[in-house]
């Protein structure tokens, strides 16, 4: 199955010069109640229908909220294997949840390469995914990155947003990348995008559940974009106050 495939919204019918307010969202622990640290959870997460899929609380609607404006595009980039694209997607259809495109891991190619630090690292997959994602966007469109502390992904937002706002160089793109272990295959993949984005600031707002309940004061030094939260209910409180949700 194919990394990324279009969702069942968007398509072609979002197209022009129009500023966009960009969502992109992780899925395991972020929007799915996943279990991936016993060999059992993982068992039950590659082989449980759909159906039997849960979501974090609150995260189905405020998803469903997101997408009602028409200039709003949902994205989401996960670690989950390109295999349960089927299940994956169906669960979203379950949920009512309307997406623009869904990109999985090519674990498998990375076997066959025998690229073993890439079936779980992070940075070096997506953090190209999310510049080569950004390519083709009007410069000004709007992003919120959605995300949880069980990995680094508010390290790998944090980079993706100094990258494209020209707060980060290619350079110290590339050194970030290194020291979290990503291929040169990887690195070279996220210069080569950046260089086909126009800089811009993307004034982002950057939600990271704490399903391993990290200390909040751990986020300060990240600065005021990171919001830590506890609950997605948090996060629509602050959606609302910038306009991004209806109260």
Same mark, same amino acid.
């Given at each position: 199955?194919?990394?990324?495939?279009?969702?069942?919204?968007?398509?072609?019918?979002?197209? @022009?010069?129009?500023?966009?307010?960009?969502?992109?969202?992780?899925?395991?622990? !972020?929007?799915?109640? !996943?279990?991936?640290?016993?060999?059992?959870?993982?068992?039950?997460?590659? !082989?449980?229908?759909?159906?039997?899929? /849960?979501?974090?609380?609150?995260?189905?609607? +405020?998803?469903?909220?997101?997408?009602?404006?028409? #200039?709003?595009?949902?994205?989401?980039?996960? @670690?989950?294997?390109?295999?349960?694209?089927?299940?994956?997607?169906?669960?979203?259809?379950?949920?009512?949840? /309307?997406?623009?495109?869904?990109?999985?891991?090519?674990? +498998?190619?990375?076997?066959?390469?025998?690229?073993?630090?890439?079936?779980?690292?992070?940075?070096?997959?997506?953090?190209?995914?999310?510049?080569?994602?950004?390519?083709?966007?009007?410069?000004?469109?709007? %992003?919120?990155?959605? @995300?949880?502390?069980? %990995?680094?992904?508010?390290?790998?937002?944090?980079?993706?947003?100094?990258?494209?706002?020209?707060?980060?160089?290619?350079?110290?793109? $590339?050194?970030?990348?290194?020291?979290?272990?990503?291929?040169?295959?990887?690195?070279?993949?996220?210069?080569?995008?950046?260089? /086909?984005?126009? !800089?811009?600031?993307?004034?982002?707002?950057?939600?990271?559940?704490? %399903?391993?309940?990290?200390?909040?004061?751990?986020?300060?030094?990240?600065?005021?974009?990171?919001?830590?939260?506890?609950?997605?209910?948090? $996060?629509?409180?602050?959606?609302?106050? #910038?306009?991004? +949700?209806?109260?």
């Amino acid at each position: 199955m194919p990394p990324e495939r279009s969702g069942y919204r968007f398509g072609a019918a979002v197209m @022009g010069n129009a500023k966009m307010r960009i969502y992109r969202w992780d899925l395991d622990k !972020t929007y799915l109640l !996943t279990d991936f640290d016993s060999i059992a959870g993982l068992v039950r997460s590659a !082989t449980e229908p759909a159906s039997a899929k /849960q979501s974090v609380p609150g995260a189905p609607p +405020l998803l469903r909220a997101l997408s009602v404006a028409s #200039d709003s595009r949902i994205f989401f980039v996960s @670690g989950s294997p390109t295999q349960m694209r089927e299940v994956l997607e169906e669960k979203l259809r379950i949920d009512g949840v /309307q997406f623009e495109r869904l990109t999985l891991k090519d674990n +498998l190619s990375n076997l066959r390469r025998g690229r073993v630090r890439a079936i779980r690292g992070q940075f070096g997959y997506k953090l190209p995914q999310l510049l080569r994602d950004r390519r083709g966007e009007v410069p000004g469109s709007r %992003e919120t990155l959605f @995300g949880d502390d069980a %990995e680094v992904d508010v390290f790998v937002y944090c980079a993706y947003a100094d990258a494209v706002s020209g707060r980060m160089s290619s350079a110290e793109l $590339a050194q970030v990348m290194r020291s979290a272990g990503a291929y040169p295959d990887d690195i070279n993949r996220a210069l080569e995008a950046l260089k /086909q984005i126009p !800089t811009a600031v993307l004034d982002e707002r950057i939600f990271i559940r704490l %399903e391993r309940r990290r200390p909040v004061k751990q986020f300060a030094p990240l600065g005021m974009r990171v919001f830590p939260i506890h609950s997605w209910w948090q $996060a629509a409180v602050v959606l609302v106050g #910038d306009g991004d +949700l209806n109260p």
